[in-house]
């Protein structure tokens, strides 16, 4: 079984700056694509940021040029530096992965138990 294990949420004033991790750790895995979607109270989940294993990004038009997506592969661990924040940022923030699973052979979808992010304004 694989988990994912957030890291690095909390309460920051606005024009601050805060740094997400989450490491899935587990045995006979791979990870694919990994990164951050938030639910803020009463909306949907969106996404954040994406990043695949090679290092390609993907970032919501919200948070462009304000938050950097990053992995450490050799760590099975991805990273969202947030820097900038808005009290529109408020939210909990999850972790997800794509993960292939050598024994026996599948891809399943994990996410990570979700961390809070508060900016005050």
């Known amino acids: 079984q694989v988990q994912l294990v957030e890291s690095g949420g909390g309460l920051v004033q606005a024009g601050g700056s805060l740094r997400l991790s989450c490491a899935a750790s587990?045995?006979?895995?791979?990870?694919?694509?990994m990164g951050w979607y938030r639910q803020a109270p009463g909306k949907q989940r969106e996404l954040v940021a994406t990043?695949?294993?090679?290092?390609?990004?993907n970032y919501a038009d919200s948070v462009k040029g304000r938050f950097t997506i990053s992995r450490d592969n050799a760590k099975n661990t991805v990273y969202l530096q947030m820097n900038s924040l808005k009290p529109e940022d408020t939210a909990v923030y999850y972790c997800?992965?794509?993960?292939?699973?050598?024994?026996?052979?599948?891809?399943?979808?994990?996410w990570g138990q979700g961390t809070q992010v508060t900016v005050s304004s």
């Open positions: 997800y992965a794509d993960i292939t699973i050598f024994l026996p052979l599948r891809n399943n979808d994990y």
């Open positions: 587990g045995r006979n895995f791979r990870s694919n694509d």
């Open positions: 990043i695949q294993s090679g290092g390609s990004t």
